[in-house]
């Protein structure tokens, strides 16, 4: 293994730019852009990249200076270990798309980055919730060909977003929340959490969960102009999710959707009793004035 003591260290930011707003990316983020000397970008093949696009965006927007140079490679392809449905085909199908991604790292930090330059990653949402990239980059230090140290920027989260949006607050008193995808909704169903987040569910599994008093809190796209919202209960207004994601996903080709399944706040004994009581009062009054 290459002894890297006393020679210049690569540096590798990871700035989370936000659910999709470009005005939502962070003034540590900002910061952290003007710094790269290379800003790398991954290309999912998708004709119409809006994604790729609001990364370009935000490097034209917020870097000050021209020194910077923009590296765009095609993004490996995720495949698939056999049926996913079986046990342990989705994580090895997983773990060999990063492996694929590992060596494509290692090649650009090796090519495209100087042993004194900084290098950036834009990162969708925020680098630490369902993003892979930490974990790629510490796959790319245990192969010991590049030394390395990197940097995480974090950023705001569809989550944030999604119940900024609906005017509500992600927590209830003392209440429990749980974030998970679509894959272990449907593995672990919400009766036994008040408050869950579902993200990267590719089947409307909240279909599922019809009939069981659940309130839904859903957003699509959030952060751009092509933002979608609907809240209500579950019931209401499931076919009415179901109709424009598909509608949304063939029109623009990809979407990225989140929801929140809540259920509904019980009005507590107190609470109710006084309730009763005002309606008791309201009565005998009406029927005084009578």
């Not at 974990?135 to 192969?143: E, H, T």
């Not at 919202?229 to 009415?240: K, M």
């Amino acid at each position: 293994m290459p002894q890297w003591s006393g020679y210049p260290m690569k540096q590798i930011l990871l700035i989370g730019m936000g659910a999709g707003d470009p005005e939502q990316i962070t003034l540590q983020a900002v910061t952290a852009l003007n710094r790269a000397d290379v800003i790398f970008i991954l290309d999912k093949g998708y004709v119409d990249d809006e994604l790729l696009r609001l990364r370009k965006t935000l490097c034209q927007r917020y870097i000050t200076h021209d020194r910077y140079r923009l590296v765009q490679v095609q993004d490996p392809v995720r495949g698939h270990a056999g049926r996913e449905d079986e046990p342990g085909a989705y994580a090895q199908g997983v773990e060999d798309w990063h492996q694929q991604r590992a060596v494509l790292f290692e090649r650009l930090l090796t090519d495209e980055l100087g042993d004194d330059q900084v290098g950036a990653f834009l990162v969708w949402g925020d680098p630490a919730l369902y993003d892979g990239t930490m974990r790629i980059l510490d796959q790319v230090l245990a192969r010991g060909a590049q030394a390395f140290t990197y940097q995480v920027i974090p950023g705001i989260t569809s989550v944030q977003s999604l119940v900024a949006q609906h005017r509500i607050p992600l927590n209830r008193i003392g209440e429990s929340i749980l974030i998970t995808t679509g894959r272990r909704l449907a593995a672990d169903p919400p009766e036994s959490h008040p408050n869950v987040v579902v993200m990267l569910d590719a089947h409307c599994t909240f279909e599922r969960y019809v009939g069981q008093g659940l309130d839904i809190y859903w957003g699509a796209y959030l952060g751009t102009a092509d933002e979608l919202l609907v809240a209500g209960r579950l019931d209401e207004v499931c076919e009415q999710i179901k109709q424009l994601r598909t509608e949304a996903r063939s029109r623009k080709g990809w979407i990225m959707d989140t929801y929140l399944l809540r259920k509904p706040v019980q009005a507590s004994g107190w609470l109710s009793g006084l309730r009763f009581l005002a309606s008791i009062h309201c009565a005998m009054y009406l029927v005084l004035l009578w």
